[in-house]
């Protein structure tokens, strides 16, 4: 199982808003909601942002928002911050392993 | 206050075995599905094993065979039994847990364990 195909980089200005894309195939992004968002600071371990493809766990602020269409999912952070300056993976479910589960290459944001 | 807290990494030589363990807590592990993510120094997240409350576990095709994840009510800790080490096991691990209401995320990690396979 590949992993899912994510920008290497994306940038922003504070303040703007950016979209990191998350693209996959019929097997797991494109044929199930079950597509999360992780954001990982250097040396820190991963944080949830997004679960079921829009879904924020509690804590997470609403600058973050997921969406998807077709195979590709996308996460959307608005109004810009530097404390979103991080890595940021994609998830899904994929129906190809018995392990169900699939990362994204990762993105680096830079504000 | 859920928190996990894994232990057991360390240098270890190829063909070599470790042992890994996470404590919880704030939670009882066997309600969650808990899962070991590892990330290789510069690299991605990879997923390496996880374990359902019923107790069905996976691995990824990398480690399969060679690394058994487990679980210990009465310590309410997982633990993932690494075998035959290969340099390409040389991560950091994180124990993560699986959130309520959905199957396929998690919502708490620990801080991670670094798995280094040198001789």
Redesign the interface.
């Given at each position: 199982q590949s992993?899912l195909t994510q920008p290497a980089s994306v940038s922003g200005s504070p303040g703007q808003s950016i979209t990191i894309s998350c693209t996959g195939s019929s097997s797991d992004v494109g044929g199930y909601n079950?597509v999360?968002w992780?954001q990982?600071h250097p040396n820190k371990?991963?944080?949830?942002l997004i679960?079921?493809v829009n879904?924020r766990?509690s804590g997470v602020s609403n600058r973050f928002s997921g969406s998807k269409s077709g195979n590709t999912a996308s996460l959307t952070i608005s109004g810009l911050q530097a404390e979103d300056e991080a890595d940021y993976?994609c998830?899904?479910?994929t129906a190809s392993?018995?392990?169900?589960?699939?990362?994204?290459?990762?993105t680096k944001v830079t504000v | 206050e859920v928190q996990l807290v894994e232990t057991g990494g360390g240098l270890i030589q190829p063909g070599g075995t470790l042992r890994l363990s996470c404590a919880a807590s704030g939670f009882t592990v066997n309600i969650n599905y808990m899962?070991w993510?590892r990330q290789a120094p510069g690299k991605?997240?990879?997923?390496v094993?996880?374990m359902y409350s019923g107790g069905s576990a996976?691995?990824?095709?990398s480690v399969k065979g060679r690394f058994t994840i487990s679980r210990d009510n009465s310590k309410n800790t997982v633990s993932l039994q690494m075998n035959s080490l290969r340099a390409e096991d040389t991560a950091i691990y994180?124990c993560?847990r699986g959130?309520a209401g959905?199957?396929?995320?998690?919502?708490y990690?620990?801080?991670?364990t670094l798995v280094t396979v040198s001789s």
């Amino acid at each position: 199982q590949s992993a899912l195909t994510q920008p290497a980089s994306v940038s922003g200005s504070p303040g703007q808003s950016i979209t990191i894309s998350c693209t996959g195939s019929s097997s797991d992004v494109g044929g199930y909601n079950y597509v999360s968002w992780y954001q990982q600071h250097p040396n820190k371990a991963p944080k949830l942002l997004i679960y079921d493809v829009n879904n924020r766990p509690s804590g997470v602020s609403n600058r973050f928002s997921g969406s998807k269409s077709g195979n590709t999912a996308s996460l959307t952070i608005s109004g810009l911050q530097a404390e979103d300056e991080a890595d940021y993976y994609c998830s899904s479910y994929t129906a190809s392993t018995a392990l169900s589960f699939v990362f994204g290459t990762g993105t680096k944001v830079t504000v | 206050e859920v928190q996990l807290v894994e232990t057991g990494g360390g240098l270890i030589q190829p063909g070599g075995t470790l042992r890994l363990s996470c404590a919880a807590s704030g939670f009882t592990v066997n309600i969650n599905y808990m899962s070991w993510v590892r990330q290789a120094p510069g690299k991605g997240l990879e997923l390496v094993s996880v374990m359902y409350s019923g107790g069905s576990a996976y691995y990824a095709d990398s480690v399969k065979g060679r690394f058994t994840i487990s679980r210990d009510n009465s310590k309410n800790t997982v633990s993932l039994q690494m075998n035959s080490l290969r340099a390409e096991d040389t991560a950091i691990y994180f124990c993560a847990r699986g959130i309520a209401g959905s199957d396929y995320a998690f919502d708490y990690w620990g801080q991670g364990t670094l798995v280094t396979v040198s001789s």
